[in-house]
């Protein structure tokens, strides 16, 4: 089975911290991506990568920054922490090839305080 | 922007009973997806049809896609408590290889035993 995992299920930051979400999948996928998730929005795009070390914004990649240095691994980054980003954060990978059916982590949910 | 709406926004019905939900799309697809979500938790892929498919089965669920209308439905036939969940649609839109997909913001189904 396809296994997705992020670091923290719940986390809680002050304004003005530096926030990091790691994400880690199990199944060589090429695609890694970062959403966000809040009620009534639906979720909405953050970033995404397509291959090592590239990455595409996605519809809201304002106040966050990402890193993928391996193939498994892909890091949403919040360089200075704001209210306004306590949400559902949700990462997903999928392979390019096969059909582009999206593997989802369980979440984290962040709190900013 | 989004590009699938769902409708309804929220779904109530007794176990036992049908469930179906729609989704429209502005754009041209490769395919459209129904994912599951539990509360609190991460989404699950159920389903994908391709825009040349017309009607697809998995178990209990059934999916039609009406390319001409840009629409889609998902019927949940028989339905059961543990069927309680939010249903997102999600497009693919052709966009390259990456592997993006846009996804709608969800029917909110209750399933009352």
């Known amino acids: 089975d396809v296994k997705v995992t992020q670091s923290s299920r719940y986390l809680v930051k002050r304004t003005g911290e530096k926030v990091f979400l790691e994400c880690v999948q199990d199944m060589d996928h090429e695609n890694m991506f970062w959403y966000r998730q809040d009620p009534g929005l639906g979720l909405r795009l953050i970033y995404f990568s397509y291959d090592v070390k590239m990455k595409e914004k996605g519809d809201i990649p304002e106040g966050y920054s990402v890193s993928r240095e391996k193939k498994e691994r892909f890091s949403l980054i919040l360089e200075s922490a704001s209210t306004n980003q306590t949400s559902m954060y949700l990462c997903a990978s999928s392979w390019t090839l096969k059909s582009n059916e999206q593997f989802f982590g369980p979440g984290t949910r962040l709190t900013v305080l | 922007s989004q590009q699938g709406e769902e409708d309804p926004q929220a779904l109530s019905i007794q176990e036992g009973e049908n469930a179906t939900m729609n989704c429209s799309y502005k754009?041209?697809?490769?395919?459209l997806q129904w994912y599951r979500q539990n509360s609190g938790r991460g989404l699950v892929h159920l389903i994908l049809?391709?825009?040349?498919?017309r009607e697809k089965h998995s178990g209990r669920l059934r999916v039609t896609l009406d390319t001409s209308k840009k629409s889609s439905s998902l019927l949940i036939t028989a339905s059961r408590a543990a069927d309680t969940a939010s249903y997102f649609c999600?497009?693919?839109?052709?966009?390259?290889?990456?592997?993006?997909?846009?996804f709608g913001q969800g029917t909110t189904l209750q399933v009352k035993p």
């Open positions: 999600a497009t693919d839109t052709r966009s390259g290889n990456t592997g993006k997909l846009i």
């Open positions: 049809i391709r825009s040349n498919e």
């Open positions: 754009t041209s697809i490769n395919n």
